[in-house]
């Protein structure tokens, strides 16, 4: 809970990565609170006050997993529907904003993301999911402590590059001061 709030306000994209961890470390629990409390919440160096609110919501989390049914897979709609905005801002930022420095990073990952979008066999998965995918996945093998190859490692930055630039961006936008450029290209 405390890592998430942080992650949430400073940078979009390492929130959803980090939720999706947690949605998989419950996972790999059986959605069991007590396992949670043992190997989880008994590690943070924390008041009593503060541990009971991320009892709370580790509760919360696995009761909205439940209700949701994604005791195996899938993500819990709130990330789901960040997803979206983040591939609405993302389509906003190359054609209706123009901007350029986003263009830029796009075109150096737009291959890198079409061979995600390939790579998942889904049919409608936007570039946003798909980089989000590759970065987590990236994310998994480096907790695991495996090999990366250079190759991955050079297509996996181009996405990282560009998902930093949309996180800077959805600040600005959940802060009122995304502005459109002065040299709107027609």
Same mark, same amino acid.
């Given at each position: 809970?405390?890592?998430?709030?942080?992650?949430k306000? $400073?940078?979009?994209?390492?929130y959803?990565?980090?939720?999706w961890?947690v949605? $998989?470390?419950?996972?790999? /629990?059986?959605?069991d609170?007590?396992?949670v409390?043992?190997?989880?919440?008994a590690? %943070?160096?924390?008041?009593e006050?503060?541990?009971?609110?991320?009892?709370?919501? %580790?509760v919360?989390?696995?009761?909205?997993?439940?209700?949701?049914?994604?005791l195996?897979?899938?993500h819990?709609p709130d990330?789901?529907?960040?997803?979206?905005?983040?591939? /609405?801002?993302? #389509?906003?930022?190359?054609?209706l904003?123009n $901007?350029?420095?986003?263009?830029?990073?796009?075109k150096?990952a737009?291959?890198?993301?079409?061979? =995600?979008?390939?790579?998942s066999?889904?049919?409608?998965i936007?570039?946003?999911?798909a980089g989000?995918?590759?970065?987590?996945?990236t994310?998994l =093998?480096?907790?695991?402590q495996? #090999?990366?190859?250079?190759?991955?490692a050079k297509?996996?930055?181009t996405?990282? $590059?560009l /998902?930093? %630039?949309?996180a800077?961006? %959805?600040?600005e936008?959940?802060?009122?001061? =995304?502005v459109?450029?002065?040299?709107?290209?027609n």
């Amino acid at each position: 809970m405390i890592i998430a709030e942080q992650k949430k306000k $400073d940078n979009i994209i390492e929130y959803v990565l980090y939720m999706w961890n947690v949605e $998989d470390l419950l996972r790999s /629990f059986n959605l069991d609170l007590g396992m949670v409390e043992d190997k989880v919440i008994a590690q %943070y160096d924390v008041d009593e006050k503060k541990k009971e609110e991320i009892r709370d919501w %580790y509760v919360q989390l696995i009761k909205d997993m439940r209700e949701n049914d994604i005791l195996e897979s899938g993500h819990l709609p709130d990330l789901n529907e960040l997803i979206t905005e983040l591939n /609405f801002l993302h #389509q906003s930022l190359l054609h209706l904003y123009n $901007d350029t420095i986003y263009q830029r990073l796009e075109k150096e990952a737009h291959e890198n993301l079409l061979t =995600l979008i390939e790579k998942s066999g889904k049919k409608n998965i936007s570039p946003i999911e798909a980089g989000l995918n590759g970065l987590y996945g990236t994310l998994l =093998l480096k907790m695991k402590q495996k #090999q990366i190859s250079e190759e991955t490692a050079k297509s996996i930055k181009t996405i990282s $590059d560009l /998902f930093a %630039y949309l996180a800077v961006k %959805y600040r600005e936008m959940k802060a009122g001061k =995304l502005v459109m450029s002065p040299h709107k290209n027609n």
